[in-house]
């Protein structure tokens, strides 16, 4: 079995908390989530992928212009106020609510936030505690030399590639809008839900 395979085995052991005669996986899993709960911000930069088998599926590589970092969002559907004025109990709208976007694009989202001359590439899931989800980031520098002289990244240094992950454009961000897959059922998810709601409000008007 070729290095590849066997890391990414081993890091599906830690993630399952599978326990071993060798090594005890989720003791290990156990210890890294204690780590990443006790830093002090939810946007951290790190040396190394953890996954690296996984990131470089993913588009990483180790060179200048490209780093890494990890985001930390909290579990959950959010905080919804209980209404104050009356209606039905089943119309409060205070338990089983989804964002629209999804954990996943959240931590890239608070990641290009922080790192405002990067573009994000791609994340991954890293691991999640009792509080928090964590996902590991790959960030690209559009003005770094080597992404401009790289022939697989420098697609990312165009000028419609800006705000990828605030605007829903990278693969967490299509997969929440609806855009993962084609056919009869999406007719009206393209170019976005929102603007055939507005073309749709046109038409009636011009009527």
């Not at 629209?100 to 890239?108: D, T």
Request: charged share 40%; glycine share 8%.
């Amino acid at each position: 079995m070729s290095a590849t395979k066997e890391i990414k085995k081993t890091f599906e052991k830690e993630r399952s908390g599978t326990k071993d005669k060798s090594y005890d996986y989720k003791a290990i899993q156990r210890e890294r989530m204690i780590g990443y709960r006790k830093e002090k911000t939810a946007v951290v930069r790190i040396e190394k992928p953890t996954n690296i088998v996984k990131a470089r599926s993913l588009g990483y590589k180790a060179k200048k212009g490209i780093i890494v970092v990890r985001a930390r969002v909290r579990r959950g559907s959010g905080a919804h106020r209980r209404p104050k004025k009356g209606r039905k109990p089943k119309r409060m709208g205070v338990k089983k609510l989804t964002r629209a976007i999804s954990i996943k694009g959240i931590a890239e989202q608070r990641a290009s936030r922080k790192y405002e001359n990067c573009e994000v590439l791609n994340s991954y899931k890293v691991g999640a505690d009792g509080k928090s989800h964590y996902y590991e980031v790959i960030l690209i520098d559009t003005a770094a030399p080597e992404i401009k002289s790289d022939k697989n990244l420098k697609w990312i240094s165009g000028k419609t590639h800006k705000g990828r992950a605030e605007r829903g454009l990278t693969s967490a961000g299509k997969k929440s809008r609806g855009l993962q897959k084609k056919g009869k059922g999406t007719e009206k998810d393209r170019p976005s839900r929102n603007s055939r709601i507005k073309q749709k409000a046109r038409k009636a008007k011009n009527k």
